[in-house]
């Protein structure tokens, strides 16, 4: 399947990892889109260019579900978009370096929802751990490896 698209939900994805996917779009000729409800900062490229949605309760997950094509790439931490990527036959890839597929997805949301009914029974369950230079070098391997198995078109 071709890669015609990266997107990014960018409203909460580290810069570093923002600036791997600069450089990679720019060297595979492929469009990067930034989804996210608050204007950022984007490179000067034709390849490159950011979407501004309203704000609120999964806005940008939704602009992007809603235009992905299958065999699209998706960076995102957030699960159940990445579900919804993989069932529109897209690519998700968290930021920490994980590829969601079908083999794992299931996994990840029932473990989201644990999460977040433990959190709603008043549980602290703290926050994602930051985003360390072992996270940086997984997902710059990861997201190699998967551009280097698609055929690239523009």
Same mark, same amino acid.
């Given at each position: 399947m071709?890669?015609?698209?990266?997107?990014?939900?960018?409203?909460?994805?580290?810069?570093? #990892?923002? @600036?791997?996917?600069? =450089?990679a779009? @720019?060297?595979?000729?492929?469009?990067?889109? !930034? #989804?996210a /409800?608050q204007? !950022?900062?984007?490179?000067?490229s034709?390849?490159?260019?950011?979407?501004?949605?309203p704000g609120?309760?999964?806005?940008?997950?939704?602009?992007?579900?809603?235009?992905l094509? +299958?065999?699209?790439?998706?960076?995102?931490?957030?699960? +159940?978009?990445?579900?919804? #990527?993989?069932?529109?036959?897209?690519?998700?890839?968290? +930021?920490?370096? @994980?590829?969601?597929?079908?083999e /794992?997805?299931?996994? =990840? !949301?029932?473990? =989201?929802?644990?999460m977040?009914?433990? =959190?709603?029974?008043? #549980?602290?369950?703290?926050g +994602?751990?930051?985003l360390g230079?072992?996270?940086?070098?997984?997902?710059?391997?990861?997201?190699?490896?998967?551009?280097?198995q698609?055929?690239?078109?523009?």
């Amino acid at each position: 399947m071709k890669l015609t698209h990266i997107w990014i939900d960018a409203d909460a994805c580290p810069k570093t #990892v923002k @600036e791997m996917l600069y =450089r990679a779009a @720019e060297r595979i000729g492929v469009k990067l889109i !930034l #989804v996210a /409800n608050q204007p !950022l900062y984007t490179p000067p490229s034709p390849l490159i260019s950011s979407v501004i949605v309203p704000g609120g309760f999964d806005v940008a997950d939704d602009y992007i579900a809603d235009n992905l094509l +299958p065999g699209d790439l998706v960076i995102t931490a957030d699960i +159940p978009l990445a579900a919804a #990527v993989i069932e529109k036959g897209g690519f998700a890839l968290n +930021p920490r370096g @994980e590829l969601y597929t079908t083999e /794992n997805i299931s996994e =990840r !949301l029932s473990v =989201r929802d644990f999460m977040a009914e433990l =959190r709603s029974g008043g #549980v602290e369950t703290g926050g +994602p751990r930051p985003l360390g230079k072992g996270d940086r070098q997984a997902f710059a391997n990861q997201l190699d490896r998967f551009l280097s198995q698609r055929t690239i078109v523009s």
